[in-house]
């Protein structure tokens, strides 16, 4: 069984300098400066997934490349990531292509649900999307997820109790660890407000002047206690 590596793990690893776990993912993004180039970077990276059999999601922009690393099969991080990543990090110094790990962002839309069974479906089949829960997981966490890679994911958070007075529907935030108290702190200056720290490093709460909720989260744990 192919061994699932932790994040922190992954994000200490030499050679990944330039990426960024965000999410069960890696990410990095590279400044191409021109379309042309930014195609020569897909095409160099196509040539050394198809020789290692693993394959990345690309995005190419005209100024940028961004890249996203996981291995489906087992559900996150393993080595195929790892092997993948360093050798596009090569090939990005090769051709003189400058890293932008600040840009590593996923964005998740987190649904509070009494009774997720019950609502799942409706935004299933509103949205075109397909089911996803990582493997041994599939009783206990459950997305749904754009099967073209482009829109947002949702993630079904279990409830207890009615919430009133609080949004049922918010932004969860990922963003690479080394970057998210700048992003807290930009949030903040914006005009938002702190709801709780209470879990940071792992996730912070806040809220905009009207208290609609963003979380801003990292791969970290959560402090013990």
Request: net charge negative.
């Amino acid at each position: 069984m192919t061994r699932l590596l932790p994040a922190g793990e992954v994000q200490a690893r030499p050679g990944l300098q330039e990426w960024r776990v965000v999410g069960p993912r890696l990410v990095g993004t590279f400044r191409t400066g021109s379309l042309a180039r930014g195609i020569e970077l897909a095409r160099r990276i196509g040539d050394v997934a198809e020789e290692l059999d693993h394959h990345p999601d690309l995005d190419l922009r005209y100024h940028r490349v961004h890249v996203s690393l996981i291995t489906y099969a087992a559900g996150g991080l393993t080595e195929r990531d790892v092997a993948l990543g360093e050798r596009i990090s090569t090939i990005a110094r090769e051709l003189g292509l400058r890293p932008e790990p600040h840009r590593c962002t996923a964005v998740e839309i987190a649904v509070d649900a009494l009774d997720i069974a019950a609502v799942l479906p409706f935004w299933q089949a509103v949205l075109g999307y397909k089911r996803f829960a990582p493997p041994g997981e599939e009783e206990t966490s459950v997305d749904l997820v754009d099967p073209a890679g482009r829109g947002p994911a949702l993630w079904f958070q279990q409830m207890d109790a009615p919430r009133p007075g609080r949004n049922r529907i918010h932004l969860d935030v990922h963003v690479p660890a080394d970057h998210a108290p700048a992003r807290v702190a930009a949030a903040l200056a914006a005009g938002g407000h702190l709801v709780t720290d209470a879990h940071a490093p792992s996730w912070w709460v806040l809220a905009d002047a009207e208290g609609n909720e963003a979380c801003v989260c990292t791969w970290q744990e959560e402090p013990a206690g």
